[in-house]
């Protein structure tokens, strides 16, 4: 059950507020006001709570990459790719596409020096393995290591001299969608080499012999990418955005599921969310959704308390699939309400580190007639603000995020100066002068720029003040 705790707020007592609605993004449902509050010792900073969803097509076809910032989405086919290794340093995960209809089975007769002995017999009752869903690094390749030897990474081994991971193992991929050739594939697989610069060379060929062919996945061909993706007939491919642009995936995966009638789980394909490498994520659900939005800081400082149930964690699937479930009586899906996430959402913004948190809850899911999943997102994060060592002069900006019109509060601020806007990586991309010695709120139009973060710089002959907004 939820607990109805309130929470006492030191800056409601008195405080006068406007509130200002904007339209936002086509997909956007639902707008509940940016709340400004008048000016306080300690001014209360609310955000706007905004609805979203999801949409990975009929039959979950897509993998939808979702940046929590801004609502941009980027999606591949979700059978794009049969097979992935890591880009992360000192790292040798190798993940297989299970929702592209890959199985994969260890090879129990030889190590990748039989390779062209290759024998399937009996391949049906050879050991199985599936991808962590916990943990990154758990790749279906790394399920196996030998404990007894620290260097052995299952699928290799690694050299601490030379920084190379050797293979010796030998694997045979399973295909039920059209891999190489047509139809069914039986394909043996062979891990070669990881080189110290996180080049990944292998083997694969048809049990029979044929189509045999050497590759490499080369670390540059993914750089800003958490994982190089292969496709057995395509060869490379690229279904990942830049590491910068998305904090969630909306995707499918093999997960421990407890039949209907008892017994011990078994492996099912399920639908849910998984959180970019790095990211972490907590859960939350003794607390509702209006007593965590009326206090921020206490929810920020709550999650970020290590051995609590709702600490922030690296786990990829925190989010997971366990929100919803369908109820075979009345046919309909139901959705927990109540369960409440927060996401760190981490970004590097002219060459400094940027790190907000969101709180999310789910509200719909169609099912696999469209693969919607629908919930609601609110910054936690209090509205940027920023203090000059020359002068203590404070600046707001919001709506944050913004669509078309930024407002810039900077009501101690008294002079004629010059505003810059930089991308995330540093170029100026608007500059203009701006008096303020009104002392009242100044309007900056950003309908132009593209959806991203960007700093606002003011520069007056005393001060200077950096602040960053995000652009929808």
């Excluded at 801004?70 to 794009?80: F, H, L, N, R, V």
């Excluded at 097979?83 to 592209?100: A, L």
């Excluded at 995707?251 to 959180?275: I, L």
Aim: charged fraction near 20%; proline fraction near 5%; charge should be positive.
């Amino acid at each position: 059950m939820t607990k109805s705790l309130q929470f006492r707020h030191p800056h409601l007592r008195g405080v006068g507020v406007i509130l200002h609605h904007q339209k936002i993004m086509k997909k956007t449902h639902i707008i509940l006001g940016t709340v400004i509050a008048t000016l306080c010792s300690s001014p209360l900073k609310a955000q706007t709570v905004v609805s979203d969803s999801v949409a990975m097509g009929a039959g979950y076809g897509k993998a939808v990459y979702y940046n929590i910032r801004t609502g941009a989405e980027s999606s591949a086919p979700i059978d794009q790719w049969h097979f992935s290794h890591t880009t992360v340093s000192r790292d040798n995960c190798i993940r297989i596409n299970h929702m592209g209809g890959v199985e994969v089975y260890a090879y129990p007769k030889g190590d990748n020096s039989q390779f062209s002995q290759f024998d399937t017999t009996g391949w049906a009752s050879w050991k199985k393995f599936y991808n962590d869903i916990h943990e990154h690094e758990k790749g279906a390749l790394n399920q196996s290591p030998n404990a007894s030897n620290m260097w052995d990474f299952s699928w290799g081994v690694y050299d601490p001299t030379t920084k190379e991971v050797t293979g010796d193992s030998l694997y045979l991929l399973v295909i039920t969608t059209p891999g190489v050739g047509s139809g069914k594939s039986f394909v043996k697989f062979m891990p070669i080499k990881q080189n110290p610069n996180g080049d990944f060379i292998f083997r694969t060929a048809l049990v029979d012999g044929t189509f045999d062919k050497t590759d490499t996945l080369t670390q540059s061909s993914a750089a800003g990418k958490s994982y190089k993706y292969y496709h057995l007939a395509n060869g490379d491919v690229f279904p990942e955005p830049l590491r910068e642009d998305w904090d969630l995936l909306f995707t499918r995966y093999y997960a421990p599921t407890t039949p209907p009638g008892g017994g011990a789980p078994v492996m099912y394909p399920t639908m849910g969310v998984e959180s970019k490498r790095g990211t972490r994520v907590a859960k939350v659900t003794d607390y509702n959704w209006d007593m965590l939005a009326s206090s921020p800081k206490q929810a920020i400082a709550g999650i970020k308390i290590p051995g609590t149930p709702a600490e922030l964690n690296k786990d990829m699937t925190r989010i997971g699939g366990d929100w919803k479930s369908f109820d075979n009586t009345t046919g309909r899906w139901t959705i927990q309400t109540d369960w409440n996430y927060i996401v760190e959402s981490v970004r590097n913004i002219a060459g400094k580190g940027d790190t907000a948190y969101y709180m999310m809850s789910f509200t719909g899911f169609t099912g696999s007639s469209r693969g919607e999943s629908q919930f609601r997102k609110l910054l936690l994060t209090p509205t940027a603000s920023a203090r000059t060592a020359l002068k203590q002069v404070e600046v707001k900006l919001f709506p944050n995020p913004v669509q078309n019109n930024l407002m810039i509060w900077a009501p101690e601020h008294k002079s004629l100066s010059m505003v810059n806007i930089l991308a995330a990586d540093g170029r100026m991309v608007s500059q203009q002068s701006i008096d303020f010695s009104a002392g009242a709120a100044v309007n900056v139009d950003v309908t132009n720029l593209t959806q991203g973060t960007y700093w606002l710089q003011i520069n007056s002959a005393t001060d200077r003040v950096q602040l960053p907004f995000v652009k929808h």
